[in-house]
């Protein structure tokens, strides 16, 4: 793995109740989360964009984007950024995300790396 070239990390964030709600104090727990491996890729040597971790803050302090249920404004700014990064890295959990397979697609149709954070974590210990 080449620690010198920047990784896109998918990580899962939205939880939905029955009744297709947001659950935020889900997203925020999902934000923890990925808040956390990625430290550890970075601990690692690891350059990552984290899309969760980088745009959280902002996306659940505004009431114009919660109100909004805004998401495409995130995904538009993510296909700015996932041109820079040669690869994807994918968070558990990702099987059962809707964005986080929509990214893993996106990048490999332009033929980049997909790697799983377990792996990684696994083989960098």
Known sequence: MNKKI???FAHP???KDEKGNNIHAGEEANFNLCCIRSAK???KGIFIY???AHT????IRSPYFLRKKEYKLWLDLD????PVCKG???APGWEESHGCILEKRLF?????KVLLYKDIIKENT
């Open 6 to 8: 920047l990784y896109y």
């Open 108 to 112: 490999e149709e332009r033929g980049f």
């Open 88 to 90: 994807i890295i994918l």
């Open 79 to 82: 296909k700015k950024i996932m």
């Open 56 to 59: 959280h803050p902002i996306h």
């Open 41 to 43: 890729l970075l601990e």
């Open 13 to 15: 964030y939205t939880l």
């Open 50 to 52: 984290s899309p969760i």
